[in-house]
């Protein structure tokens, strides 16, 4: 057992990494809710505003969204009282621009008294050639979201989610292979640069993602501390 449980957890990664299966698990773990910026996103461009296309048209093409839409709705999320007790986040932020904005506004007087500075920044190493293998083979369950991967992370029962039930699985839009060679380089050109940032302040933890979901997860207990 580590000393001390980290209970505001920052998961960083490139596209396909496991962060958001490794925040689920530490979600259910933790008793503490993982926001995750492109559920976020995703949501916002379902409901077809004009916010929500222009959005739809960045994820679409494997570009990052605008710094001031997806901080303030991160920071609106992790300051919910119902988070009280920490939060993972789960791809945020992703550029150096978002790590200033979002360090700035969390010392304002509206956050202040909130407790919102990160204890513990994860990063899930994962080479090139397991990113694409895994994203183009992922799907989702229509109705409860749970992720599943045709050769990791099959169903229980062929065809039916072992949450819910449900019997529709879907894929996300951007797993293309176009999509993921953009999204790969911009994570090495814009959200790399904040590993030696979070390194610099003492967060920063590596854990090897390459492994079976079990055993990263395993890793990533002994770190969290839980
Ligand atoms: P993800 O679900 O983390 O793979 O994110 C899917 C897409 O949502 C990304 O390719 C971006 O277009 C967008 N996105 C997610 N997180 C961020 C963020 N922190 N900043 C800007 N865009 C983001």
Redesign the pocket.
């Known amino acids: 057992m580590a000393d001390k449980t980290y209970r505001r957890i920052i998961l960083v990664g490139p ?2 990494s496991g ?2 299966t490794q925040a689920a698990i530490l979600a259910e773990k933790l008793q503490i809710t993982t926001i ?7 949501a916002e461009a379902r409901t077809g505003s004009e916010l929500g296309k222009q ?1 739809a048209a ?2 679409d ?7 001031e ?3 303030k709705a ?1 920071l609106n999320e992790i300051a919910k009282p119902e988070n009280s007790a920490g939060y993972i986040m ?6 150096m621009d ?1 790590v200033e904005m979002f360090d700035k506004l969390i010392h304002t007087s509206e956050y202040q008294d909130k407790n919102l500075e990160p204890d513990l920044v994860l990063l899930l190493q994962v080479p090139d050639d397991y990113i694409f293998d895994r994203i183009l083979g992922r799907s989702q369950c229509a109705n409860c979201k749970a992720m599943y991967h045709e050769k990791f992370k099959t169903p229980k029962v062929f065809g039916v989610c072992d949450i819910c039930g449900g019997k529709e699985f879907t894929k ?1 839009a ?1 797993d293309t292979h176009e ?1 993921v060679v ?2 790969l380089r ?1 994570y090495r050109s814009v959200t790399a640069p904040v590993i030696p940032y979070y390194e610099e302040k003492g967060l920063l933890r590596c854990v090897d993602g390459t492994g079976p979901i079990d055993v990263v997860s395993e890793k990533i207990r002994k770190i969290v501390g839980y």
């Open positions: 596209p396909g962060k958001g995750s910026a492109g559920e976020l996103l995703r959005i960045r994820i093409f494997g570009k990052l969204v605008p710094s839409i997806i901080v991160m789960d791809g945020f932020p992703r550029s978002q996300r951007d999509t953009s999204r911009t």
